[in-house]
């Protein structure tokens, strides 16, 4: 199988850098896989769990958000926050959904018309979001 460079780098460190076949993305508008000669694009990340395939075992990170871009080059993610999967803190998540279930709850309150709508929407994915990162990392949701 062709391959191509991919580098994973968050604000942290750089978590990998080589040659590899496929890597699949947790991208916002849905999961995607990249293979060599993937036609470029920009994609916003959501969190998730990106999976790299090349020599050996397929390798698992974690990431909290970022960007995606596929050029000729190849593929660069810059993750906001990311670990390798067996690295990756459940009590954070826990601390986001948290967060993030409160913002709802502010907002569901203080909603005053349908035009703040979009931020009440945005918040509800993100919790969905994070929901089914948990489940992964505690083994439930094995499809990603």
């Known amino acids: 199988m062709a391959t191509f460079h991919f580098d994973l780098v968050s604000p ?3 978590m ?26 920009v994609a916003t990340l959501k969190p998730g ?8 075992e397929p390798k698992r990170y974690v ?11 190849g ?6 926050l990311g670990w390798p999967f067996d690295e990756a ?13 409160e913002t709802r709850d502010k907002l569901e309150a203080e909603r005053k018309d349908d035009s703040e ?3 009440l929407d945005r918040a509800l994915e993100k919790i969905d979001h994070y929901k089914v990162l948990d489940r992964t990392l505690q083994g439930d949701d094995l499809t990603h």
């Open 12 to 14: 942290a460190k750089l």
């Open 16 to 41: 990998f850098a080589g040659e590899v076949e496929q890597v699949d993305v947790p991208g916002l508008e849905g999961e995607f896989g990249v293979l060599a000669g993937h036609a470029p694009l």
């Open 49 to 56: 769990v990106l999976t790299v395939f090349g020599d050996g």
């Open 63 to 73: 990431v909290l958000g970022g960007f995606a871009e596929v050029s000729p080059e």
């Open 75 to 80: 593929l660069t993610v810059l993750a906001d």
């Open 89 to 101: 803190d459940p009590q954070l998540i826990h601390a986001r959904i948290k967060e993030l279930e």
């Open 117 to 119: 709508r979009a931020l």
